[in-house]
């Protein structure tokens, strides 16, 4: 007799919460696995964005495990079974994409985030949802990194109307930022310079928005292709004899944009498919 991999997964879990298990296993609580979880999605999301198929596939295994055990541990106390949670997904789902299930026409992607929106607000008040927050960023989790945080606050106002009226207005108001960052800079008010970096941020954000770019892994890629050209830079600098914290900037300026050089010519150009 054979078990499908998510009940060998399930009966896993039962024994190390069984009464002579693991201890550690059986002292959390959902709210201790939070933090397990916050970075074993980080390493998963890195996997996607860095790693190989099967890296993704070990960290999406220890994602999984971890909403489970969060799951276990609820049933265990009466509250909900995992199986609720996704028979409410489904549900959701379906009743969130009227234009797919139900026929409903939408002409542009602004008329289904703001449907959307409606439906939220609409599903919330029929359940009585008391929120701290009313209004169309309730619920808007408040952990979200900032750049994420940033691009779904930007998300939501769209929805409502609440943004420039073109591409050229936003690019105008990063302009303006700019301005105001160099002027804050100019001064010795650290308060005014941090606040004037994160209009620019925060205006930025929105512009690559409204161009389809979402902030967070265009900036994580600028991360990785620094680290990358760094790191080609000691190496090179090695090749040379040299020691990277021994060669003068002259000569570190010199390193990158050699690095730069063989990164071009060694470009395979444009990739018909995506990573």
Not at 1 to 12: A, C, H, Q, V
Not at 28 to 42: D, F, G, K, M, V
Not at 259 to 264: A, G, H, L, R, T
């Amino acid at each position: 007799m054979t078990t499908s991999p998510l009940r060998d997964l399930e009966s896993t879990l039962d024994r190390l919460l069984a009464p002579d298990g693991c201890p550690w296993d059986r002292e959390q609580t959902p709210a201790s696995l939070c933090e397990y979880l916050i970075e074993e999605t980080h390493e998963l999301v890195d996997a996607i964005r860095h790693g190989t198929a099967d890296d993704a596939c070990e960290e999406l295994g220890d994602v999984f495990f971890l909403l489970l055990f969060v799951s276990r541990l609820y049933a265990g106390h009466g509250a909900f079974t995992l199986d609720k949670a996704l028979s409410l997904c489904a549900a959701k789902l379906v009743r969130r994409h009227p234009h797919v299930f139900a026929g409903e026409a939408l002409s542009s992607r602004e008329e289904l985030l703001r449907e959307w929106e409606r439906i939220k607000k609409k599903e919330k008040q029929e359940r009585g949802a008391k929120e701290r927050r009313s209004g169309i960023f309730a619920g808007l989790p408040g952990a979200l990194p900032p750049l994420t945080r940033a691009y779904r606050i930007h998300s939501r106002a769209a929805s409502a109307d609440f943004t420039w009226d073109s591409d050229e207005d936003a690019e105008r108001q990063v302009e303006a930022e700019w301005l105001e960052l160099l002027d804050a800079l100019r001064g010795e008010d650290k308060e005014a310079q941090e606040r004037e970096l994160g209009d620019l941020l925060f205006s930025l954000v929105e512009l690559g928005r409204r161009k389809g770019i979402k902030a967070a892994p265009a900036l994580d890629g600028a991360c990785q292709k620094f680290l990358r050209r760094f790191s080609r830079m000691e190496e090179m600098s090695r090749e040379q004899g040299t020691e990277f914290a021994e060669v003068p900037l002259e000569g570190k300026n010199a390193l990158w944009d050699a690095v730069k050089m063989e990164e071009k010519q060694t470009s395979p150009g444009p990739s018909p498919c995506c990573r």
